[in-house]
């Protein structure tokens, strides 16, 4: 098979790179924090947004840095934070209540 031209390589790595963005994004989305039906389960309000900040972005695996904390009803708490390298936002999710037996 003869080498593909420059074009048709750069779509073929383009495409790649779209679909591994997506399957991160899923696989944040299924992850312990990632969704508002998946929060992660803290002690404490104060311990919420070190945790936030704790994890890395799905994306490039850079810092996260917080933007609002907020409070919705259904007792959740969510936590937009921002990538400090890629400048992607998400939302971290969280509900209080014990993470080990009592």
């Known amino acids: ?18 679909k591994l963005v997506h ?3 899923r696989l944040w989305s299924l992850s312990a924090g990632g969704s508002a039906t998946r929060p992660i389960t803290v002690d404490s309000v104060a311990v ?10 799905p994306q490039c695996e850079g810092p996260l840095v917080t933007a609002d904390h ?5 007792g959740l708490r ?3 934070v921002r990538c400090a390298r890629c400048h992607v936002a998400r ?12």
């Not at 593909?4 to 779209?18: F, K, S």
């Not at 907020?70 to 259904?74: E, N, S, V």
């Not at 939302?91 to 009592?102: A, C, H, Y």
């Open 70 to 74: 907020r409070a919705p009803p259904g």
């Open 48 to 57: 919420i947004e070190p945790r936030a900040r704790a994890l890395p972005c």
């Open 91 to 102: 939302t971290v999710w969280f509900r209080l209540g014990s993470s080990g037996p009592s």
């Open 1 to 18: 098979m003869p080498p593909q031209r420059p074009r048709t390589q750069r779509r073929v790595d383009e495409r790649a790179l779209r």
């Open 23 to 25: 399957d991160r994004e």
């Open 78 to 80: 969510a936590v937009d």
